[in-house]
């Protein structure tokens, strides 16, 4: 697996990469625009495909990340419109960085007809990959459970890349903390990932699987809040990420990015934490995270 974590592109695509370097990461993952707008980011920067060639050149795999306002599952209308122009400007700014996807919220329905929710998200992503000629892929990340139950399921999800019109760019971004805040994440000890994952394949999510934000959780199991900890030093544990990180499973998702959204203290990186995944992915339990 490739190993990272979220950096700013606040000084440009090209030194994110080159920051990723520095950190010991072979992975990372970018807002591909301001975060807090679904604003259109028009031309794509130059500096785009000079990322796209480093990373090419230094073995890192990149994912970016859609806008928080990013709803694919609002009803038709002018918000609706912004959404899917947004969407596809993301794929268009990831694609010129050569990004292997880019990671969207499942969405949030507001209505009393959860099936109508549904719809509105298979047809948001329809109409944002209409036409589109690029290979990054749209990523779905499973929810947390935080206002409502939509998009906690390895089933919904996989119904919903099955009924797209081209689901060969669908694919999915397992979010870790939200599998153990929904209740997804099986209960009971360390075995719980081999469960978990046994889970994925029956379902027939994990080949479609082509990212995981890794990301311990502040509070319990089944608590339906989105909030992340330092791996090992939350709710999930070190010997649950211990288990996950060492699986053999992984050899058969070579190249998957594996990108922490773990918060880090002011003036520091995630550096450490890198060093110590990477000691628990080569089945090194004793080691520990600093500073």
């Not at 306002?69 to 419109?81: I, K, S």
């Not at 935080?146 to 890349?161: A, D, P, Y």
Request: hydrophobic share 35%; proline share 5%.
């Amino acid at each position: 697996m490739k190993l990272g974590c979220h950096l700013s592109i606040r000084r440009g695509y090209l030194e994110a990469a080159r920051a990723a370097v520095r950190l010991g990461a072979n992975a990372f993952q970018y807002f591909p625009k301001n975060p807090r707008s679904l604003s259109i980011k028009s031309p794509v920067p130059a500096d785009a495909q000079a990322c796209a060639a480093f990373c090419s050149e230094h073995g890192i795999v990149t994912i970016a990340h859609t806008p928080y306002p990013t709803n694919p599952a609002v009803e038709p209308g002018e918000l609706r419109e912004a959404t899917i122009a947004s969407l596809r400007n993301d794929l268009e700014i990831a694609n010129a960085c050569g990004s292997a996807g880019i990671v969207v919220h499942f969405g949030k329905y507001r209505g009393n007809d959860t099936l109508q929710g549904y719809k509105n998200i298979i047809q948001c992503i329809n109409e944002a990959l209409m036409g589109y000629t690029g290979s990054t892929m749209l990523l779905i990340e499973n929810q947390a459970g935080e206002g409502g139950g939509m998009g906690t399921t390895f089933e919904e999800l996989v119904q919903v890349r099955k009924l797209c019109e081209r689901p060969e760019l669908v694919g999915f971004c397992f979010d870790t903390c939200h599998a153990f805040a929904s209740g997804l994440w099986p209960s009971g000890g360390a075995d719980s990932w081999d469960r978990l994952q046994q889970e994925m394949e029956r379902t027939g999510y994990w080949p479609a699987l082509q990212a995981v934000h890794l990301n311990d959780s502040v509070y319990p199991r089944e608590g339906r809040k989105d909030r992340h900890a330092p791996i090992g030093r939350g709710k999930m544990g070190r010997e649950i990420f211990a288990r996950m990180l060492a699986s053999p499973v992984w050899k058969e998702k070579a190249g998957l990015p594996v990108v922490l959204e773990t918060p880090v203290a002011a003036r520091t990186t995630h550096e450490a934490e890198i060093r110590f995944i990477r000691e628990l992915s080569r089945g090194n339990e004793d080691g520990c995270v600093s500073g």
